[in-house]
């Protein structure tokens, strides 16, 4: 079961990707890398469950944590941004470039 | 047992992959409900069980609620499902899609060809992990509280909204 | 009380914490009390700890504490502790106490001075460091002190700052300085590496085990340990730096300049006797050190104009004494002189602030003359002062250390005829410098109109220093004029006895070089007097010389060492960098290009994309992966 978990995590990690890849609405990409994350902690914890051992939860629970941070400051970026340029278009906003 | 496992796997990966190529984004967000849920039983068949309701509580529970506090805010309802399909064109996918097929295919090749994945499933009990968490990660909690306090910080200050006056035209 | 040792310290250290924390809004009397209570607790402490101390000296020679542990790593463990035994014990009563009075004597001298606050917060800083430095139980704490003296000294050399003479003369102090700390350093490390403790006690105990007397690892610690007391306390070759150091206020040059800070090498050498002995070699270098700085400095401070530099000068030769007695292995004769010098220095220096203050801030004693009659307060202890430092007999303290160490060196088997002939000589030239000054300041025709009177607080500083002055000395008599035996009874309980009390046989021995100590001194005073007194035409017609001349121009430049070291290391250095491009400059600026260049390459991929972003990073993966299969 180990291993189709982890082809599994594999898959929804590369529709993930593929979202945040293809989509422009930055909700969507967002969205995306929740996928992404959610993804990597199923890989953990299938690994963590087949040696017995807590680090795989352990793990699970720095991504939880780690996504909750990101999620909050990500949407108050694109709050902040739909603001000030009227879009949630990533490609409109590329002015932090060489 | 095994059966549940693939039913859910089944069911997080049909609606993940509806997450990220629906249009309307408050459908989408359910999509994502969806499949945490499916996602969090199989934690719970993986033999987690804490971290299966945690995935619930925070991740279906509050990240989504957040999700769809801004969704609201931005109102990305029907109206903009029409810009979606602008913007999302049938060609948009051919080079994410050919990439992410790429990196699926390898690590299928790794798992599959790799050293043996043995399959026993254990149960771990949540004590054994909080004494881990709080045992040998203890420095991991300390830098994830750090990354917190930060995030609340930085979040409050980032999404307050702008006097009238600070706006671009 | 013993257990109150700590506070001694960390009153001036939170005398300076106050002072530079909160300063700003304090008044200049609660600055005052702040800046010389602080040094006034510890020293009314130091007394209160020495009374316990002294009664139970017999069966605990020494009190050591820890108050938390200060460095624990890979075997290197270093606590903030503290060791208090007879040395330091000793060193910590002069610290505070002449401190104190310096401190008082400051508040007048520095009253109009704009850097007040700064001032006492810096004296008070010192304090502390110093006391750090004299109480560590350990070297790395040790080293603390001595770094944090070396950077109070830097600090209070050029406390007035506007004159770029004096920021030149405080970096050079510092400088010079630090090629002795350097050395100290490395001797640190070297011996840490070899016994694996820092501990002062401990340190001593396994080197005397492990080490064979002269032996190579012995003779290169306690090598770098002199390089470092050397630097520290201006003997030969690291001396150039204390009589530009007279830059600083005149309370400064009493307290860290003549009293204290420059007599850390002599504390360090006895407090780490125990390495020394086990290097005779080195031994040997610390007494002709101390021979020959005697007499070099002694030569230079016949010369001086200034009175300030001919002090210093005069500071440099009497630690050239305290070497001589250590190099000899005369502890505590070399202790004892500490003892009288920080007393009759300071007093001097003290003095010689009040003579500049009353000739506004004229230091040239050739522009000096008949101040005697003005202030007799300032006369009469300068005189006292004056007499201390020549030695003059059985009144003042200063020979009775001065005759403890010349006997010394008489009867020491590491002593020898020449380095007794080279103190003797010192002798004379001491009493006639010292003369020269008071005949130049106080006698003869007036030659500036003298302006300002001291008040009380300088007053009181003068008279109890000018009574120490005559009087500490009577700690120790040496056996021809009736033993008291004091003082080295009482540091016989943290340092060794040179020898055996001496026999009948002897004695008849020491009254003669007594006699002739005291014929030297006395002959330097009767050709001052010859030379500077009355018309002087004695010293016109030496004056005239012109091999005299010659000889009177090298001194006066301290023997030439300053052009030496800016021919030897300082043209050299600016040679180098002068030139424009040298190889490292186009390595560097291949260096540079290179990097620019790569920069500009990568700025390019910088699209300001997110998903451009994002599909490098999936890409990367890829990539990694692509390497993993």
């Known amino acids: ?98 | 047992m095994e059966f549940l496992f693939y039913i859910a796997a089944a069911v997080s990966v049909i609606a993940t992959a509806r997450v990220v190529t629906h249009l309307h984004a408050v459908h989408a967000l359910l999509y994502l409900v969806v499949a945490m849920m499916a996602l969090s039983l199989m934690f719970y068949l993986l033999g987690a069980p804490f971290a299966a309701v945690l995935e619930i509580i925070i991740y279906a529970g509050a990240i989504v609620v957040l999700f769809v506090f801004v969704v609201m805010l931005l109102n990305q309802g029907p109206l903009t499902v029409e810009q979606e399909r602008r913007w999302l064109p049938r060609g948009a996918w051919l080079g994410p899609g050919l990439l992410a097929l790429l990196l699926l295919g390898e690590v299928a090749f790794l798992i599959a060809f790799g050293s043996a994945v043995p399959s026993d499933v254990g149960s771990l009990a949540p004590k054994t992990v909080g004494l881990s968490l709080y045992g040998p990660y203890i420095i991991g909690v300390e830098l994830a509280s750090m990354l917190l306090l930060p995030g609340l910080i930085g979040a409050y200050h980032v999404g307050r909204r702008l006097a009238r006056g600070d706006r671009q035209a | 009380m013993l257990h109150l040792v700590p506070f001694i310290p960390a009153l001036p250290f939170g005398g300076f914490l106050l002072l530079t924390l909160l300063g700003g809004r304090l008044s200049r009397r609660e600055l005052t009390w702040i800046g010389v209570g602080s040094v006034g607790g510890s020293a009314l402490l130091t007394a209160l700890i020495a009374i316990p101390f002294l009664h139970g000296l017999p069966e605990a020679p020494s009190y050591s504490g820890r108050l938390w542990t200060w460095i624990d790593t890979a075997g290197l463990t270093a606590g903030m502790g503290w060791h208090l035994d007879a040395l330091s014990l000793l060193m910590t009563l002069v610290i505070t106490g002449v401190g104190f009075l310096i401190h008082l004597y400051s508040t007048e001298y520095m009253a109009d001075d704009e850097g007040y606050r700064r001032f006492f917060a810096y004296m008070n800083l010192f304090v502390g460091s110093m006391l750090t430095l004299v109480l560590a139980d350990n070297l790395l704490l040790l080293y603390l002190g001595w770094e944090g003296v070396g950077l109070c000294s830097y600090l209070l050399i050029g406390f007035w700052y506007r004159d770029p003479a004096n920021g030149a003369a405080a970096q050079k102090a510092f400088i010079v300085t630090r090629t002795g700390d350097t050395a100290l350093a490395v001797g640190l490390l070297l011996l840490f590496m070899e016994l694996h403790t820092l501990s002062i006690q401990q340190a001593q105990t396994l080197a005397a085990g492990a080490w064979p007397i002269g032996s190579g690892i012995a003779t290169a610690v306690a090598a770098l340990l002199l390089a470092g007391a050397v630097g520290k306390s201006a003997q030969v070759p690291l001396q150039v730096w204390l009589p530009d150091a007279m830059a600083g206020p005149t309370p400064v040059s009493a307290l860290i300049h003549a009293a204290t800070m420059v007599t850390a090498g002599v504390y360090l050498i006895a407090r780490l006797h125990g390495l020394f002995v086990l290097a005779p070699a080195v031994m040997g270098a610390v007494a002709i050190i101390g021979t020959v700085t005697l007499l070099l400095a002694g030569f230079s401070a016949l010369v001086q104009r200034d009175i300030k530099r001919v002090l210093a000068y005069s500071t440099i030769s009497q630690i050239g004494y305290m070497f001589l007695a250590l190099g000899v292995g005369a502890w505590s004769a070399a202790l004892f002189h500490f003892l009288t010098h920080a007393c009759f220095k300071a007093l001097l220096f003290l003095a010689a602030g009040a003579v500049i203050l009353a000739v506004h801030h004229e230091q040239d004693i050739f522009r000096m003359g008949g101040l005697r009659r003005h202030s007799p307060v300032v006369f009469w202890t300068f005189l006292a002062g004056a007499a201390a430092l020549s030695g003059l007999p059985l009144v003042t303290a200063g020979f009775y250390s001065k005759d403890w160490i010349l006997w010394s060196v008489w009867s020491s088997p590491q002593g020898g005829r020449w380095l007794w002939a080279g103190g003797v000589l010192g002798a004379f030239l001491t009493a006639l410098y010292s003369f020269r000054l008071v005949f130049r300041v106080f006698f003869g025709p007036r030659r500036a109109e003298p302006a300002w009177t001291p008040g009380r607080a300088t007053r009181i500083p003068l008279v109890v220093l000018a009574a120490l002055s005559l009087t500490v000395g009577l700690f120790e008599i040496p056996s021809t004029l009736g033993p008291v035996p004091l003082f080295s009874m009482y540091l016989s309980h943290a340092l060794p006895l040179l020898h055996e009390p001496a026999a009948e046989d002897e004695s008849s021995h020491e009254a003669a070089q007594q006699t002739v100590v005291t014929m030297a001194s006395l002959a330097g005073v009767a050709v001052a007097a010859w030379m500077f007194l009355g018309r002087r035409r004695a010293l016109e017609t030496v004056a005239s010389h012109p091999i005299a001349g010659a000889f009177a121009r090298l001194w006066f430049d301290g023997w030439g060492f300053d052009r030496l070291y800016a021919r030897l290391f300082v043209w050299p250095w600016h040679a180098v960098t002068r030139e424009g491009t040298d190889g490292f400059d186009l390595l560097y600026d291949r260096l540079a290009g290179a990097v620019r260049s790569a920069h500009y390459w990568l700025t390019v991929t910088q699209t300001g994309q997110v998903r451009w972003y994002a599909a490098s990073v999936a890409l990367g993966a890829l990539l990694m992966l692509v390497l993993a299969l």
């Open chain 1, 1 to 98: 079961m180990t291993a189709h978990a982890l082809i599994v995590a594999m898959i929804l990690f590369v529709l993930g990707l593929a979202g945040l890849l293809a989509r422009r609405n930055i909700v969507y990409m967002l969205l995306s890398i929740e996928i992404m994350l959610n993804a990597a902690s199923l890989a953990f914890i299938a690994a963590g469950s087949r040696w017995a051992a807590p680090d795989g939860q352990v793990m699970f629970f720095f991504i939880l944590a780690f996504a909750a941070a990101e999620a909050s400051v990500a949407l108050a970026i694109l709050l902040q941004l739909s603001d000030r340029f009227r879009t949630v278009d990533a490609d409109a906003v590329s002015e932090m470039r060489h």
